[in-house]
């Protein structure tokens, strides 16, 4: 066990350093409260971070590769994110600090993991009857005046959503951040008619204008530094390309949409819960654009997964109380909006979509995931994310979640992705809807070598990797971490050939614990409960 | 056969076997302490917001400084008279110009520091993200514990709208530096004034 383990076990000392010093800031333009204390609510980082000086002004490393169907080749994505220092250090430290935002959240909640259970078997036994919790939800919404729509997948819900902004004469749409509308391509299949979308979340913005998809479920522009987007912005909407002030360039941002928020004709939001007792689509966000795209044009769809639902209102009061501390450390996010009748004078439309959904729940091993609630926790603690960067995963979902529901889209496209994973389970022990999203990882993993949607190299070290890696409790024992949150890896299950992903790949001061070291150590010497 | 139908039956063809009850959602203790007020407010500021008294000549003397510095004034509210009269208002985009609304909350949550609304107190939803500030009142009396108790309560069946504004408008998109005003209000200021008493 290296000093760094213990470290981390003794989580205070942890919380006050940097992984990587040399991205440190030392002014800190974060807003203050009303008593001069620095405020870290949102996504603040609780302290300054940057990516280095313009001096050493770094071209931001693109996303993996997309060439059709074929196999997404995300280690040498990841290779081109490693090559960029600066961003990859930023990206990590950014991450990491959420990452411990969220534990310390958590630890003011005796009762965080009874919520958890809660928050999982109410989603399992929503899930158990979907059907039924559908047609409650449908009902509810017509009942409040709502026009309700059903897609079966993507397309069906970009033409239907096209079709209503047609029937409408509009000319354009603003719209709120939705992982769902980013699956279906919706902002690709719009570009061709001629109504413009605009996205006014600012990360989201961000990606928007500069062609990228978002690479985090909750903070899209994540992986760009501030030089990154002072860039996107100087292009894209004529700012100082030499003023990469963080300020200025969101307030830039500010009044180049607000005209355009006013102008639109339709608003589109995503949904984070739909209630089916009430009908309700709720949503969390923390600028406001969410309310901003329901409440001012006269036009206002939500796009809506059919795992949203939950039975009744008072089961947010658990999922609430997860959602932003687990995604961001945040007791509750800015606002959480509940729109359930439309305006006087205008319409409101919901489009609930399947997109294989309805599909994945019969897969026995996996259909779990559909609890989940795109808290992105598993992506902030995996190692491989933070050190890769979620464009590198060539998928609308990337990190650990990405991991078990980006096959069931493509197999073929996405079967290489269950194997950048170090199997370390710490996404698991930080969902807070309890998805077993390692044991999933590595039972995708069976699932392709034997559909032999993998090449036989992998399969190979499938076959050495099946000892320890079935038995998660052996293998987080083995990297030695107790909670196994990990700062570092340790060195040996990077480079071990258990692992697909580490392999050829450097990363800074890993501990050198080698794999046999640790044999003798823990499965000779103590056992792990073999 | 139509999409809803094959979504519909292609659910109950996959259902998970198994029985899955639906848990029974105990009533867990509140973490904050007895002084709600004192707990509202500390949270509150922690999540960018402000918390004031009343003034004893002047209820509004908190804000009164913004007010006075603000050509338009949208109130909600029948202590405070503006000038821009949201009955009247024909569309929201007819807020775009408000420089402060001030509306009064359903109720507060200790837990978050959260604050309550509906169509009803905003009278036009938009308002309340249009106007770069807002001043919220609200009576000491109305915050409850936490958020569970929050969704016990009956508005969130009944209103065409409901939103639990916590803290004012915020990103920290670039770099996670925090910034306030990213698309809606610049600051949320909560002004502890009993219902009727001004
Ligand atoms: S799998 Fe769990 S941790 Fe990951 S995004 Fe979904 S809910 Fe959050």
Same mark, same amino acid.
């Given at each position: 066990?290296?000093?760094?383990?213990?470290? $981390?076990?003794?989580?205070?000392?942890?919380?006050?350093?940097?992984?990587?010093?040399?991205?440190?800031?030392?002014? @800190?333009?974060? /807003?203050?409260?009303?008593?001069?204390?620095?405020?870290?609510?949102?996504?603040?980082?609780?302290?300054?971070? &940057?990516?280095?000086?313009?001096?050493?002004?770094?071209?931001?490393?693109? %996303?993996?590769?997309?060439?059709?169907?074929?196999?997404?080749?995300?280690?040498?994505?990841? /290779?081109?994110?490693?090559?960029?220092?600066?961003?990859?250090?930023?990206?990590?430290?950014?991450?990491?600090?959420?990452?411990?935002?969220?534990?310390?959240?958590?630890?003011?909640?005796?009762?965080? /993991?009874?919520?958890?259970?809660?928050? &999982?078997?109410?989603?399992?036994?929503?899930?158990?009857?979907?059907?039924?919790?559908?047609?409650?939800?449908?009902?509810?919404?017509?009942?409040?005046?709502?026009?309700?729509?059903?897609?079966? @997948?993507?397309?069906?819900?970009?033409?239907?959503?096209?079709?209503?902004?047609?029937?409408?004469?509009?000319? &354009?749409?603003?719209?709120?951040?939705?992982?769902?509308?980013?699956?279906?391509?919706?902002?690709?299949?719009?570009?061709?008619?001629?109504?413009?979308? #605009?996205?006014?979340?600012?990360?989201?913005?961000?990606?928007?204008?500069?062609?990228?998809?978002?690479?985090?479920?909750?903070?899209?522009?994540?992986?760009?530094?501030?030089?990154?987007?002072?860039?996107?912005?100087?292009?894209?909407?004529?700012?100082?390309?030499?003023?990469?002030?963080?300020?200025?360039?969101?307030?830039?941002?500010?009044?180049?949409?607000?005209?355009?928020?006013?102008?639109? @004709?339709?608003?589109?939001?995503?949904?984070?819960?739909?209630?089916?007792?009430?009908?309700?689509?709720?949503?969390?966000?923390?600028?406001?654009?969410?309310?901003?795209?329901?409440?001012?044009?006269?036009?206002? #769809?939500?796009?809506?997964?059919?795992?949203?639902?939950?039975?009744?209102?008072?089961?947010?009061?658990?999922?609430?109380?997860?959602?932003?501390?687990?995604?961001?450390?945040?007791?509750?996010?800015?606002?959480?909006?509940?729109?359930?009748?439309?305006?006087?004078?205008?319409?409101?439309?919901?489009?609930?979509?399947?997109?294989?959904?309805? /599909?994945?729940?019969?897969?026995?091993?996996?259909? +779990?995931?559909?609890?989940?609630?795109?808290?992105?926790?598993?992506?902030?603690?995996?190692?491989?994310?933070?050190?890769?960067?979620?464009?590198?995963?060539?998928? +609308?979902? &990337?990190?650990?979640?990405?991991?078990? #529901?980006?096959?069931?889209?493509?197999?073929?496209?996405?079967?290489? $992705?269950?194997? =950048? =994973?170090?199997?370390? %389970?710490?996404?698991?022990?930080?969902?807070?809807?309890?998805?077993?999203?390692?044991?999933?990882?590595?039972?995708?993993?069976?699932?392709?070598?034997?559909?032999?949607?993998?090449?036989?190299?992998?399969?190979?070290?499938?076959?050495?990797?099946?000892?320890?890696? =079935?038995?998660?409790?052996?293998?987080?024992?083995?990297?030695?971490?107790? @909670?196994?949150?990990?700062?570092?890896?340790?060195?040996?299950?990077?480079?071990?050939?258990?692992?697909?992903?580490?392999?050829?790949?450097?990363?800074?001061?890993?501990?050198?614990?080698?794999?046999?070291?640790?044999?003798?150590?823990?499965?000779?010497?103590?056992?792990?409960?073999? | 056969?139509?999409?809803?139908?094959?979504?519909?039956?292609?659910?109950?063809?996959?259902?998970?076997?198994?029985?899955?009850?639906?848990?029974?959602?105990?009533?867990?203790?509140?973490?904050? *302490?007895?002084?709600?007020?004192?707990?509202?407010?500390?949270?509150?500021?922690?999540?960018?917001?402000?918390?004031?008294?009343?003034?004893?000549?002047?209820?509004?003397?908190?804000?009164?400084?913004? !007010?006075?510095?603000?050509?338009?004034?949208?109130?909600?509210?029948?202590?405070?008279?503006?000038?821009?009269? !949201?009955?009247?208002?024909?569309?929201?985009?007819?807020?775009?110009?408000?420089?402060?609304?001030?509306?009064?909350?359903?109720? *507060?949550?200790?837990?978050?520091?959260?604050?309550?609304?509906?169509?009803?107190?905003?009278?036009?939803?938009?308002?309340?993200?249009?106007?770069?500030?807002?001043?919220?009142?609200?009576?000491?009396?109305?915050?409850?514990?936490?958020?569970?108790?929050?969704?016990?309560?009956?508005?969130?069946?009944?209103?065409?709208?409901?939103?639990?504004?916590?803290?004012?408008?915020?990103?920290?998109?670039?770099? *996670?530096?925090?910034?306030?005003?990213?698309? *809606?209000?610049?600051?949320?200021?909560?002004? !502890?004034?009993?219902?009727?008493?001004?």
């Amino acid at each position: 066990m290296s000093a760094d383990d213990l470290n $981390l076990r003794s989580g205070a000392s942890n919380r006050d350093g940097l992984i990587h010093p040399e991205v440190a800031k030392a002014n @800190d333009e974060s /807003e203050r409260g009303q008593d001069g204390q620095r405020l870290t609510h949102a996504e603040g980082a609780s302290r300054p971070i &940057s990516a280095a000086p313009k001096a050493a002004r770094e071209p931001q490393p693109r %996303g993996a590769k997309i060439r059709g169907d074929r196999p997404i080749d995300q280690a040498e994505a990841a /290779e081109r994110f490693l090559a960029a220092p600066l961003h990859q250090k930023a990206h990590d430290e950014r991450l990491w600090d959420v990452r411990k935002k969220r534990d310390v959240a958590t630890h003011g909640i005796p009762e965080w /993991e009874e919520l958890r259970e809660l928050a &999982s078997a109410i989603k399992a036994h929503t899930l158990s009857r979907l059907d039924e919790y559908l047609e409650q939800f449908e009902a509810q919404a017509k009942a409040n005046g709502v026009h309700v729509h059903w897609a079966a @997948d993507g397309a069906e819900h970009n033409r239907l959503v096209h079709r209503l902004l047609k029937d409408h004469g509009a000319r &354009s749409l603003i719209k709120s951040k939705s992982m769902l509308t980013e699956e279906c391509g919706f902002r690709h299949y719009m570009a061709g008619t001629g109504i413009e979308v #605009i996205e006014t979340d600012l990360g989201e913005r961000i990606q928007q204008l500069d062609d990228e998809e978002p690479s985090h479920v909750v903070m899209p522009a994540v992986h760009k530094t501030r030089l990154d987007v002072a860039e996107v912005f100087a292009k894209t909407m004529g700012t100082d390309p030499e003023n990469d002030d963080a300020h200025y360039l969101a307030e830039s941002q500010r009044m180049h949409t607000r005209p355009l928020i006013l102008e639109a @004709d339709a608003g589109l939001t995503g949904c984070n819960f739909a209630v089916a007792e009430t009908g309700t689509v709720v949503t969390c966000t923390n600028e406001g654009n969410a309310d901003l795209s329901g409440n001012v044009p006269r036009l206002q #769809i939500h796009s809506i997964g059919i795992e949203k639902l939950i039975p009744r209102t008072e089961h947010l009061g658990v999922f609430i109380r997860l959602l932003s501390r687990s995604a961001l450390g945040s007791p509750i996010t800015q606002y959480t909006s509940h729109f359930r009748k439309p305006r006087p004078g205008t319409e409101m439309h919901m489009v609930l979509v399947d997109n294989g959904r309805s /599909e994945r729940l019969g897969m026995e091993e996996f259909w +779990t995931s559909l609890k989940c609630i795109r808290c992105g926790a598993c992506m902030n603690t995996c190692p491989v994310y933070r050190r890769s960067g979620g464009l590198s995963y060539g998928a +609308t979902y &990337s990190g650990p979640i990405g991991l078990i #529901i980006d096959p069931t889209f493509n197999k073929r496209k996405y079967s290489t $992705l269950p194997f =950048s =994973s170090t199997m370390n %389970g710490s996404c698991t022990n930080v969902c807070p809807v309890k998805i077993n999203i390692h044991e999933q990882i590595f039972a995708w993993r069976k699932v392709l070598a034997e559909e032999h949607q993998i090449p036989l190299l992998k399969q190979g070290m499938m076959k050495a990797a099946g000892q320890v890696l =079935s038995r998660p409790a052996a293998y987080r024992a083995a990297i030695g971490a107790a @909670d196994s949150a990990l700062r570092h890896l340790p060195r040996f299950a990077v480079y071990n050939p258990l692992n697909t992903w580490g392999k050829g790949r450097e990363m800074p001061e890993t501990p050198r614990q080698s794999f046999h070291a640790w044999y003798r150590q823990n499965r000779m010497g103590k056992g792990t409960g073999q | 056969m139509s999409s809803r139908a094959a979504t519909l039956e292609a659910i109950r063809k996959n259902r998970p076997s198994g029985e899955y009850a639906l848990p029974e959602v105990p009533v867990f203790a509140p973490l904050v *302490g007895e002084d709600l007020v004192a707990e509202f407010g500390e949270r509150l500021k922690r999540m960018g917001g402000r918390i004031a008294e009343p003034g004893s000549a002047d209820p509004f003397e908190a804000v009164r400084e913004r !007010l006075k510095a603000s050509k338009i004034v949208a109130s909600a509210v029948p202590e405070i008279e503006g000038n821009r009269d !949201l009955s009247q208002v024909a569309q929201p985009q007819d807020l775009a110009d408000v420089d402060v609304a001030v509306v009064r909350a359903v109720f *507060g949550v200790a837990e978050t520091g959260s604050v309550l609304f509906t169509q009803d107190e905003l009278r036009v939803n938009a308002v309340a993200y249009l106007a770069q500030h807002l001043i919220v009142l609200l009576d000491p009396a109305d915050i409850l514990v936490n958020i569970q108790a929050a969704y016990r309560r009956p508005e969130f069946g009944r209103a065409a709208y409901a939103v639990l504004h916590t803290g004012p408008s915020a990103t920290a998109d670039i770099e *996670g530096v925090l910034i306030h005003g990213a698309q *809606g209000v610049r600051s949320l200021t909560v002004l !502890l004034m009993p219902r009727g008493a001004h």
